[in-house]
């Protein structure tokens, strides 16, 4: 079967795919000797406050970058005031949240981590600026993303590179995480600069058009709020159960599997989903091509994933990192099939906003949160990390895999017998 993709795709695909390699390949080398560095205790309270924080990011991104990439698919003449009245929000949005977050801090006297909250909560502030990744990503100009990215990427190493070796503390580890995202949002507003395609005259904010997109986004907010609390959960009982050794070690599996591998997959779908959409539009039959063909390649990507930590884990973890983490072998073993399942579901996601049947998102996010609840107050106690990792390895079977499948055959089901009546 030929290719049904275009040749601008497989070239917005290959421009993510190569970012995505060197920031893979770049990572093995420094990221492990951070985790060593800072200690399993000091990662721990890192990812804590990451985890936490995220379970406020999607009232920060009112699941606004979906929506807005398929509007300016949709309205190529509307994509300065859609990246406008996007960025507006989020403003405001982030203002709100600063606000709420810190008053709770400063009320509740939670001077431990405060400084950490801190830095991370500012660095939402530079992300806003990702708007603008919304507008390549729209326009398949992939190489625009590959050159921010590839342009951070080296000097965040180098900054990440002086710590390790002077043995900083997690406070410059995570001033540089707020730092990446600030050289993004400038290397983009340039490239935009010199954008033949792009007019910042253009930009205008439309409270009509405002209003539109939370409508249509307002599902997105609360399954993104759904995501953020169901990846959490397993930080949280780690934390209450045991310590922030544990969560380091657990952070040491999500980085692996999580920071480094499923990244790919998540680039491949988002290089491609424009062309879903357009081809969903102009030919449904094109479309059903494009979607079996992305499928099939994003089940070799996972089960690639999963077959090479499965033999090469306990020596990736042996070689790279510290004593204080060999407790992260087994668990490594568990959530390296993660991403296959992760893979199936986003697709699912790009499908459902395609044919705008968001409110599913919030169904299946629902019963994946209840699902990971229950997994791991039941598991973490009785098996560590063990228990974690297989807590949100089921979940994710649940929500990526058994929703999707009981969904669809309940709506063709629907379909055949409305055929007979």
């Not at 952070?251 to 062309?275: D, E, R």
């Amino acid at each position: 079967m030929p290719i049904a993709f275009s040749k601008k795709d497989l070239n917005s695909t290959a421009w993510f795919s190569l970012e995505k390699g060197i920031q893979l390949f770049a990572g093995v080398f420094i990221i492990p000797k951070i985790f060593n560095t800072l200690g399993s205790v000091d990662i721990g309270k890192l990812h804590f406050v990451e985890a936490l924080l995220g379970m406020f990011a999607p009232v920060f991104f009112l699941g606004l970058s979906a929506i807005s990439i398929r509007e300016m698919v949709l309205h190529p003449k509307s994509c300065e005031k859609i990246i406008a009245t996007t960025f507006t929000m989020r403003l405001i949005s982030w203002i709100a949240l600063c606000i709420g977050i810190l008053s709770y801090l400063i009320y509740t006297k939670n001077t431990a981590l405060f400084n950490l909250y801190l830095i991370i909560l500012f660095s939402y502030l530079f992300r806003l600026t990702d708007v603008f990744e919304l507008y390549f990503l729209a326009k398949k100009q992939a190489k625009f993303i590959f050159l921010s990215k590839i342009l951070s990427l080296i000097i965040i190493l180098l900054l990440q590179y002086y710590g390790v070796k002077n043995n900083l503390t997690v406070h410059y580890f995570a001033k540089i995480f707020a730092l990446d995202f600030l050289i993004q949002g400038t290397i983009y507003g340039i490239a935009l600069l010199l954008n033949k395609g792009f007019s910042y005259k253009k930009l205008s904010i439309s409270v009509p058009l405002g209003k539109q997109l939370i409508i249509m986004s307002f599902p997105l907010i609360i399954s993104s709020g759904l995501v953020m609390l169901y990846i959490g959960i397993d930080e949280l009982f780690l934390k209450y159960y045991y310590s922030d050794h544990a969560n380091g070690v657990f952070g040491s599996v999500q980085y692996l599997v999580i920071g480094l591998s499923w990244t790919i997959g998540f680039a491949i779908i988002n290089a491609l989903y424009p062309s879903l959409a357009e081809s969903y539009n102009q030919d449904n039959n094109t479309y059903k091509t494009k979607f079996k063909q992305l499928t099939l390649a994003l089940i070799i990507l996972g089960l690639s994933i999963g077959l090479f930590y499965t033999g090469f884990g306990n020596y990736i973890l042996n070689t790279y990192f510290s004593d204080q983490y060999v407790e992260a072998k087994s668990p490594l073993q568990i959530f390296c099939w993660a991403p296959l399942l992760i893979f199936i579901g986003m697709l699912y996601e790009k499908h459902i906003l395609t044919i705008n049947k968001l409110e599913h998102e919030v169904y299946r996010f629902t019963v994946g949160c209840i699902c990971n609840l229950v997994f791991c107050y039941i598991l973490i106690p009785l098996y560590y990390i063990n228990g974690a990792a297989l807590a949100v390895l089921l979940s994710h079977f649940i929500t990526n895999i058994v929703y999707p499948i009981l969904q669809l055959s309940i709506k063709n089901r629907r379909f055949y017998f409305l055929n007979l009546k």
